[in-house]
């Protein structure tokens, strides 16, 4: 299994959550989804984020493209939520060359193709 390189020097940065993935007014699909599916809302995005750093390594990292920024990878993680249902986290990478990290760029709960749901308990 291909875990994501440079592990070591990952960032996520909290605004992506914060003003973004976890915002109803930005992104209501999304932060509805994160907060039916795992529990997570803005209140609590640091556990959304330690969740996702503590599982990161457990799952395979897919490459998908180079366009000149770095190289982005795809890794989908089964997380357990704050409220003890579990769901399949769809997060995007990119090996930022500018910024020598490993940067998290998007992050959404994945339904699985052919329309089901994903995880338990949704």
């Not at 992506?16 to 109803?24: E, M, N, P, S, V």
């Not at 699909?29 to 990161?56: E, P």
């Not at 699985?112 to 338990?120: D, N, V, W």
Request: no cysteine.
């Amino acid at each position: 299994m291909k875990l994501l390189p440079n592990i070591d020097k990952i960032k996520i940065p909290e605004e992506k959550f914060t003003q973004y993935a976890l915002d109803f007014k930005k992104d209501k699909d999304k932060a509805t989804a994160f907060h039916s599916a795992l529990g997570y809302n803005k209140t609590n995005s640091n556990l959304l984020i330690a969740d996702i750093l503590a599982n990161v390594d457990k799952f395979e990292a897919v490459p998908k493209s180079d366009d000149g920024y770095g190289m982005r990878y795809e890794v989908i993680m089964t997380l357990k939520g704050v409220n003890g249902k579990t769901a399949n986290v769809l997060t995007a990478w990119i090996d930022d060359k500018k910024a020598d990290a490993m940067r998290l760029i998007s992050a959404h709960i994945d339904k699985p193709k052919g329309g089901g749901r994903s995880g338990t308990g949704i």
